[in-house]
């Protein structure tokens, strides 16, 4: 096929000079090992087939209408698993939508927006779509983020909690302490991963959503995805958590946008997904128990894992070369992520697999260092 020529002449200057956001490749190779891109490696609740096959078979006529706009079933169940009103709720189409939609509606201030200088990469993305003046604020050396360093006026802050790639989470204390002290600016928690995470007092482990938070902030507003913990990816479903006004700015914006952001089968799909909790504690808890068996063997092989709370490892191979090490993992069919940027380039962020799919990584990276071994005698 010849290459495509694009001409920008018609183009708005806004069109020309976006970067847009490059997500990580979805290869169609059989029998591929696919651990870059943090999705879940189990099938999504049975239930939600079932409702999906039920707006098909029995309401194919429905399909001529359009959706419920508001979401109002998904919203309900959503508001009743975290004991909350329903106006307390949105969904969009993926968190990365309803991300869109905060950018556009607390963020185009004078005030600077403040974010982790390593964090997800769609934020930059955002900030440059929507014009809003984005400062980013180094971590530590350890890659933990310190909310003292976040001291100074800001019309927002978002944090990816647990933190992309790293891992790494930040406590319900620090985040209360965002929030205090800067009670006229917008904390945005996106809780992508957060259902992987737990923390561990004495015997006994607690999750840590700052969605607790919301009835006591009324400046919190926690965005999470069906992408992750509930394996629906596919289905493009992500939802906040917030204040009734702050949920009503995202509405108001989403509506001067797209009334209907979820078809009638992702409303259906994602609403037998949140009902069916049995499934959801089973995979979550299947998805921490493989990260800690992986955390396990990487650290044998002399990897540094950084501790993670989230569906995926970030972890530096003893020698640093982490791009020799992406690579030659591709060639044996087994695809992990590695950024080229600033100190994090000896990094490797490979997704939890199921046990099969990390005894294959593991068995390769072996190789790998028995070759390496072989090459320096
Ligand atoms: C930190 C973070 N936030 C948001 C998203 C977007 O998730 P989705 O649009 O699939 O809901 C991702 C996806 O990888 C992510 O890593």
Request: aromatic fraction near 8%; charge should be negative; proline fraction near 6%.
């Amino acid at each position: 096929m010849s290459e495509l020529k694009i001409d920008t002449r018609l183009w708005s200057s806004k069109a020309r000079n976006l970067s847009p956001y490059v997500p990580g490749e979805q290869p169609k190779h059989d029998n591929l090992c696919k651990l870059n891109t943090n999705e879940n490696p189990f099938p999504p609740s049975p239930k939600v087939g079932e409702a999906i096959a039920k707006v098909l078979e029995q309401q194919a006529s429905d399909l001529r209408l359009y959706p419920a706009p508001e979401s109002d079933d998904l919203r309900g169940a959503l508001a009743k698993i975290y004991d909350l009103d329903t106006s307390q709720v949105f969904v969009g189409n993926g968190s990365d939508e309803v991300l869109a939609l905060v950018f556009a509606s607390f963020f185009l201030k004078e005030r600077p927006l403040l974010a982790p200088d390593i964090s997800y990469s769609f934020y930059p993305v955002y900030a440059q779509t929507f014009g809003v003046h984005l400062v980013k604020i180094p971590l530590e050396e350890d890659f933990s983020i310190d909310p003292d360093a976040y001291r100074q006026p800001c019309s927002g802050i978002i944090i990816a909690n647990p933190n992309a790639p790293t891992g790494l989470l930040l406590s319900l204390a620090d985040i209360r302490k965002l929030a205090s002290e800067h009670t006229n600016a917008v904390i945005v928690i996106d809780e992508a991963y957060i259902d992987f995470a737990m923390t561990k007092e004495g015997d006994k482990e607690t999750q840590v959503s700052a969605v607790s938070l919301i009835n006591e902030y009324d400046n919190i507003l926690v965005t999470q995805t069906f992408s992750k913990s509930r394996s629906l990816a596919g289905l493009r479903v992500g939802m906040a958590f917030g204040s009734a006004s702050l949920i009503e700015a995202l509405t108001r914006m989403k509506n001067s946008f797209n009334s209907f952001p979820l078809d009638k089968l992702a409303q259906a799909g994602a609403t037998a997904s949140v009902l069916d909790t049995d499934y959801f504690e089973q995979m979550r808890e299947q998805v921490i128990d493989l990260r800690q068996s992986l955390t396990a063997e990487l650290t044998t092989l002399d990897y540094n894992v950084l501790p993670s709370h989230a569906n995926f490892v970030f972890a530096r191979p003893k020698e640093g070369n982490a791009s020799a090490v992406a690579s030659a993992l591709r060639e044996q069919g087994i695809i992990v992520r590695h950024f080229n940027k600033p100190r994090i380039n000896e990094y490797l962020r490979i997704t939890v697999g199921t046990a099969e799919q990390n005894q294959r990584l593991i068995t390769a990276l072996k190789a790998l260092e028995a070759n390496a071994e072989v090459a320096t005698i």
